[in-house]
T-cell receptor, first 116, second 115 residues
Framework: AQKVTQAQTEISVVEKEDVTLDCVYETRDTTYYLFWYKQPPSGELVFLIRRNSFDEQNEISGRYSWNFQKSTSSFNFTITASQVVDSAVYFCALKSGADSWGKFQFGAGTQVVVTP | NAGVMQNPRHLVRRRGQEARLRCSPMKGHSHVYWYRQLPEEGLKFMVYLQKENIIDESGMPKERFSAEFPKEGPSILRIQQVVRGDSAAYFC?????????????FGPGTRLTVT
């Protein structure tokens, strides 16, 4: 079964603090893709990153970084020096052939609240 | 290049009425997906369509819900005889092809409220 678990429902931080969002996934496929999306208060979904199962290299994009570890089936997301504009719900998602290549399996999301 | 368009953005229906949600994919995209987001929950897959074909409807409720993506025009998600539990945000996404690394581009969503 395909499953994505985001155990943290809400994280509150003060501006400039770092925040790490956990994502644990389950799949029986050896080829799969992991994604993070951001949903700001306005409601739209914004694509942040895609990772394939064969590339465990960590990635950094500005204040965002991602840590992919197949050994623990985790794809964690860190926001460094958080800003108020980072306040949003963040979703981790999985796509694999075992569950129809078409659809995403989303986690429940983590609400990040950044206060000044 | 316009993104995925959904209309209406907000829709209010009384119990028992029909709701029709429209989605125009990005130009050049022939794959459309519908997801439902209940309050304070993640997105749940409903249906995946290509032009004139339903590829995967494993997430669609068995009754009252239907979807189509005709050769011409937008994809339509239709909910007949709506009930209060249908109140949710409905997101449409599109991609140029299926499989592999393609991310899906999401529309702004339609917020359905059933009174």
């Amino acid at each position: 079964a395909q499953k994505v678990t985001q155990a943290q429902t809400e994280i509150s931080v003060v501006e400039k603090e770092d925040v790490t969002l956990d994502c644990v996934y389950e799949t029986r496929d050896t080829t799969y893709y992991l994604f993070w999306y951001k949903q700001p208060p306005s409601g739209e979904l914004v694509f942040l990153i895609r990772r394939n199962s064969f590339d465990e290299q960590n990635e950094i994009s500005g204040r965002y970084s991602w840590n992919f570890q197949k050994s623990t089936s985790s794809f964690n997301f860190t926001i460094t020096a958080s800003q108020v504009v980072d306040s949003a719900v963040y979703f981790c998602a999985l796509k694999s052939g075992a569950d129809s290549w078409g659809k995403f399996q989303f986690g429940a999301g983590t609400q990040v609240v950044v206060t000044p | 290049n316009a993104g995925v368009m959904q209309n209406p953005r907000h829709l209010v229906r009384r119990r028992g009425q029909e709701a029709r949600l429209r989605c125009s994919p990005m130009k050049g995209h022939s794959h459309v997906y519908w997801y439902r987001q209940l309050p304070e929950e993640g997105l749940k897959f409903m249906v995946y369509l290509q032009k004139e074909n339903i590829i995967d409807e494993s997430g669609m409720p068995k009754e009252r819900f239907s979807a189509e993506f005709p050769k011409e025009g937008p994809s339509i998600l239709r909910i007949q005889q709506v009930v209060r539990g249908d109140s949710a945000a409905y997101f449409c996404a599109s991609s140029p092809r299926t499989g592999g690394p393609d991310e899906q581009y999401f529309g702004p969503g339609t917020r359905l409220t059933v009174t």
